[in-house]
């Protein structure tokens, strides 16, 4: 039998037990991220065939094909382990799999903050104001970031001291 993976842990795991409860635990996260994500890029498709699109302006516009490619982007790194874990099955390469996944999950997180913050600047700036678009659009941005990048790195450090 392998040795403890994190003898610091009490979990009494071996590295290859480890890196199993590692993939199960990100394929949850992803399998909740990838339906938002998708749902969200699917809206976003379907804007153009609404009446109101031609009234808007150019800056909305491209704005607008911005928020697409990046939600499409979000979904490809989003489900980018689904085609790792395909092409890397029964490889014994978990390791490699789950550091891959990892990389794929935040990068995907990060462009997703993008289009999260980016869909409200543009329904702000078609219904009040762009000045209302870039406040809100800041302002979502800075609440993911607040909840998706301080508060677990305040958590980590309380949970140290």
Known sequence: MEHD?????????TFTERMDRNWDE???ELRVTQTGAQILTGFLLTLPF?????????????LYLVLVVLAAVATALI??????????????????LVGAANWFARAGLL???LVLAGGPM????????????????GA??????????????????????
């Open 122 to 137: 543009l329904l702000f700036d078609i219904v009040v104001s762009r000045t209302a678009g870039w406040v809100v659009g």
């Open 79 to 96: 489900v980018a382990p689904v085609s790792l874990h395909r092409a890397l099955f029964r490889r014994r390469m978990k390791a490699q």
């Open 5 to 13: 993976a994190d003898p610091t842990d009490d979990r009494h795991e």
């Open 140 to 161: 979502v941005l800075v609440m993911l970031v607040a909840c998706w990048w301080v508060l677990p790195r305040v958590i980590a450090v309380r949970a140290k001291a």
């Open 26 to 28: 990100l394929l949850q």
């Open 50 to 62: 609404q009446q109101r699109f031609a009234d808007l302006d150019d800056y909305q516009v491209r």
């Open 111 to 113: 462009i997703l903050a």
